[in-house]
């Protein structure tokens, strides 16, 4: 039987990348300068830290022009609220989420039986989601479907299997 895997993953390389290149842009352009703006890379988190919101703002627009020149999906950041930090400046972190969460394995199990496709089935595993199907051209129709829904995550088809 036919398969494939959905799963939601972010490519790390090209996050350092970004922000490697972020804070390239930041240390040599006029209006970052003397403000200290910094992105840090931290274990699934960003920390953006400027000396005003205003710069700081600025900061996070670099950062995600960066994210979608490397095609890493804005939808894969959970950006906190500002806060105030040391010496009047300004901090923000961005968690990055990979995995498909519980609430989101549900929503998608749901979505694919609402397509109501004959000898289609889908279950969890782990942070994946594992979709079975009788025919080939079914779980294509399940891909296209999901491509132009909206789950609030970027989501990848993997491991395609006749």
């Known amino acids: 039987m036919p398969t494939f895997d959905i799963v939601s993953e972010v490519d790390m ?43 700081l703002r600025a900061l996070h627009q670099l950062l995600q022009e960066k994210l979608v020149k490397r095609q ?41 039986k609402e397509l109501g496709l004959k000898g289609v089935s889908s279950q969890t595993q782990g942070d994946q989601l594992r979709v079975t199907g009788k025919k080939r051209d079914d779980l294509q129709q399940v891909i296209a479907a999901a491509k132009e829904h909206d789950f609030g995550i970027p989501l990848q088809f993997t491991n395609f299997r006749d």
């Not at 842009?25 to 931290?42: P, V, W």
């Not at 010496?87 to 989420?97: L, P, V, Y």
């Open 13 to 55: 390389q090209e996050v350092r990348n970004a922000v490697d290149q972020a804070n390239r842009e930041a240390g040599t352009r006029f209006d970052f300068k003397g403000t200290d703006s910094t992105i840090e890379l931290g274990d699934g988190e960003l920390v953006l830290h400027s000396s005003t919101e205003d710069r």
């Open 72 to 112: 890493v999906s804005l939808k894969a950041l959970d950006e906190g609220k500002i806060e105030q930090a040391a010496r009047g400046g300004a901090r923000q972190r961005i968690t990055i989420r990979a995995g498909i969460s519980g609430d989101h394995a549900k929503q998608l199990n749901k979505f694919v």
